[in-house]
């Protein structure tokens, strides 16, 4: 599932237009703090001793197996990364049925364990959502969340398939366009890359990034789309599975139109969850006596918006989608977002301004993307997700699942209704309908799914940890509001650390109490 909100595609017929890119990219993570630089006083004086892996990933050349090292220096870019990061580029076959043939580059980025040489496990692998997500530009923003396992563990991110410096997809009209234009310039300018970025093959790069970190096994954290990529790499190389979290799990039981049912579905019942908080605790409350009445007032102000946009700051308009988006991110983080959002609601339905409510939105999705300039986040995301998902219905179906979706949800149902087009007219075809995700004889991996998580609903933690097999899918439940537990919960953070640092998963069926409970 796609942490977002659905990018629209062109409609089939004779009227032929671009796709309208999204107002706002919701990715899978909790909530983003400002970059955190660690002191190098707690760093460790003790020479560093590099791990090595004997276990290769079969099938490839020694050229980019036993032949190949990660050669590290100081980072370049972002920014953010030029002080206490190294950056380095993997050489990964384009096509692994083909692995002689073309290669390409992918970028990694390091923070050095800080702990003593014999406390360290290995590599933290981090996928912090998307797809479409930049792993370089993350890991400095988002170090924070992750910094208590700097004393075991060397925190590695990476650009996945398309996205950022790793054969970025481009859909623009010039190089430094990272819009979409039309499906045929992402044909003219990637259409060699297009086959090859979808998750399955991201996750054989895994598998090469874990021999060349020397990991026998990898230990990997993933966050929203993040657990798709975590679990496919379980089902791919069950024996290479290490110690791994998948967090605000999507549903691998779930072709790509189930799975925007119920996220807009998920999304409905967090704005009720929202509209009951704010008659009982706000005054005034912008939404009135409760879900219901909100629900009417939303329409309204979406009928109004749809005649006559608010302004949003910046030369920007506010119509109703922009008003569905921009009200979903506020509720991806939980009953963190509700002041501001009642805040932000009464702005705009009182005085017709929709800079707050616009502002609150960028700067939640701008902050969670890790965004950089050139960031070409929408179209990987596009391309990613039309790699992995093989559905290509025909236009009568298409208009069936658009009324269902709009009929899911009063509010938000009408906006995510576009979504159902997103790969109809992609030129290549996608993999699979489903996630596979079996990984029998893995060792355990932890799934921890939100009891509110409006992006990626709780069932579908719950169907991960059944579909990766017996003694594998150890299942952790947050009873808490918003998208992402870790390390906002402290329950979850203390049971998540302690597996991370042991090997140790909780006992089947634990539950964290939280803002739900």
């Known amino acids: 599932m796609s942490d977002a909100r659905p990018i629209r595609s062109r409609r089939p017929g004779p009227s032929i237009g671009a796709r309208i890119l999204a107002v706002v990219v919701l990715t899978a993570i909790g909530a983003v703090s400002a970059w955190f630089q660690h002191d190098a006083r707690g760093r460790s004086t003790e020479p560093r001793t590099e791990f090595t892996a004997n276990n290769p990933p079969a099938g490839l050349p020694t050229a980019l197996t036993t032949g190949q090292h990660l050669h590290w220096s100081r980072c370049t870019s972002p920014p953010t990364a030029r002080t206490g990061y190294d950056c380095a580029t993997m050489k990964a076959p384009l096509d692994y049925r083909k692995p002689d043939g073309r290669t390409i580059d992918v970028a990694l980025i390091r923070r050095k364990a800080t702990g003593p040489n014999a406390r360290r496990i290995g590599s933290l692998v981090l996928d912090f959502g998307g797809p479409g997500v930049s792993g370089v530009s993350g ?61 399955s093959h991201t996750a054989r790069d895994l598998d090469l990034m874990r021999y060349l970190l020397g990991d026998e096994r990898l230990h990997y954290f993933g966050v929203s789309y993040g657990t798709a990529l975590g679990a496919v790499y379980a089902h791919l190389y069950p024996s290479h599975v290490g110690r791994l979290v998948l967090e605000a799990s999507v549903d691998p039981t779930e072709d790509l139109d189930e799975a925007q049912v119920s996220q807009v579905k998920a999304i409905q019942a967090a704005f009720d969850r929202f509209a009951a908080h704010c008659a009982a605790r706000i005054r005034p409350c912008p939404t009135g006596d409760g879900p219901g009445e909100a629900a009417r007032r939303m329409a309204r102000l979406a009928d109004r918006l749809e005649k006559k946009p608010a302004p949003a700051g910046g030369g920007r308009k506010l119509d109703a989608d922009g008003l569905a988006y921009a009200v979903s991110a506020h509720l991806r983080l939980g009953t963190g977002g509700w002041s501001p959002l009642a805040k932000a609601l009464t702005a705009l339905i009182d005085h017709h301004d929709g800079h707050p409510l616009r502002k609150g939105a960028d700067d939640i999705g701008s902050a969670d993307r890790a965004a950089t300039p050139g960031d070409n986040n929408l179209v990987a995301r596009t391309a990613i997700t039309c790699a992995d998902s093989s559905l290509r219905p025909g236009f009568e179906r298409l208009e069936r699942d658009r009324a269902r979706i709009k009929a899911a949800s009063p509010v938000f149902g009408a906006a995510w209704s576009t979504g159902v087009y997103l790969c109809y007219d992609w030129p290549f075809g996608g993999e699979r309908a489903t996630l596979q995700v079996d990984a029998d004889g893995a060792a355990p991996v932890l799934v921890v799914g939100g009891i509110g998580d409006p992006i990626t609903p709780y069932s579908g933690a719950r169907h991960m940890a059944r579909a990766l097999g017996d003694g594998v899918g150890v299942l952790l439940t947050a009873e808490e509001d918003g998208h992402g537990t870790y390390p906002q919960n402290r329950c979850v953070a203390e049971t998540v650390d302690h597996y991370l640092r042991t090997g140790r998963t909780p006992a089947a069926g634990k539950v964290c109490r939280g803002s739900m409970s």
């Open 139 to 199: 890991l400095p923003e988002r170090l924070n969340q992750y910094e208590p396992f700097l004393d075991r563990y060397d925190l590695v991110s990476f650009d996945p398939r398309g996205v950022g410096a790793t054969i970025p997809v481009r859909c623009g009209k010039t190089p430094d366009d990272t819009g979409y234009d039309s499906v045929d310039a992402c044909v003219k300018y990637s259409g060699a890359l297009l086959p090859h970025v979808g998750t």
